[in-house]
T-cell receptor
């Protein structure tokens, strides 16, 4: 079974631009969540989608948004990029059997550098 | 507040020595705790979860609700165990709180 796939793996953007990152979850997984990883803040939860609906959201500004398609694939978008948005963005998927305790499986991440 | 603390950023042991990576959590409900590992140039992957009470690659972790801890242990460390280890608390709906991580180095 293929794992979580993220594209692109590496990208460089200029301040003020926007970026879209893509994630294909493990086949059969309907829950997709996104995390930001930085040396200073560690792994931080961005948001989670299930059946094309955002069910949960972390403490990030509105410049960070996402969506999920009917095939469970997901995209996240960051608008008006700032230098501090430079990070590894991780997508994770899970079966979501309800409640907490669902094991999430991570992709390799998209490395975003804002210059 | 829901929080996971890994007090050691770096941990170094010799091959064959016991290793313990500490994890403490703060959560008012019944916690669902995980250990994730990231080997060099690999993705973050699940090592074990407390609910399954299993041993993976010789590692075990016991949930101690009294001490709010979920320490990861292995009796005899191997060089291939060198990696970054993250303790995580599952809240709900994809929201997992991760500790800052502990980089384990096993020296030959």
């Amino acid at each position: 079974k293929a794992g979580v796939t993220q594209t692109p793996r590496y990208l460089i953007k200029t301040r003020g631009q926007q970026v879209t990152l893509s994630c294909s979850p493990i086949s059969g997984h309907r829950s997709v969540s996104w995390y930001q990883q930085t040396p200073g803040q560690g792994l931080q939860f961005l948001f989670e989608y299930f059946s094309e609906t955002q069910r949960n959201k972390g403490n990030f500004p509105g410049r960070f948004s996402g969506r999920q398609f009917s095939n469970s694939r997901s995209e996240m978008n960051v608008s008006t990029l700032e230098l501090g948005d430079s990070a590894l963005y991780l997508c994770a998927s899970s079966l979501d059997t309800g409640g907490s305790g669902n094991t999430i499986y991570f992709g390799e991440g998209s490395w975003l550098t804002v210059v | 507040a829901q929080r996971v603390t890994q007090p050691e950023k770096l941990l170094s042991v010799f091959k064959g020595a016991p290793v313990e990576l500490k994890c403490n959590y703060s959560y008012s409900g019944s916690p669902e705790l995980f250990w994730y590992v990231q080997y060099s140039r690999q993705r973050l992957q699940l090592l074990l979860r407390h609910i399954s009470r299993e041993s993976i690659k010789g590692f075990t972790a016991d949930l101690n609700k009294g001490e709010t801890s979920f320490h990861l242990k292995k009796p005899f460390a191997q060089e291939e165990d060198s990696a970054m280890y993250y303790c995580a608390l599952s809240l709900n709906l994809g929201d997992m709180r991760f500790g800052a991580g502990t980089r384990l180095t096993v020296k030959p």
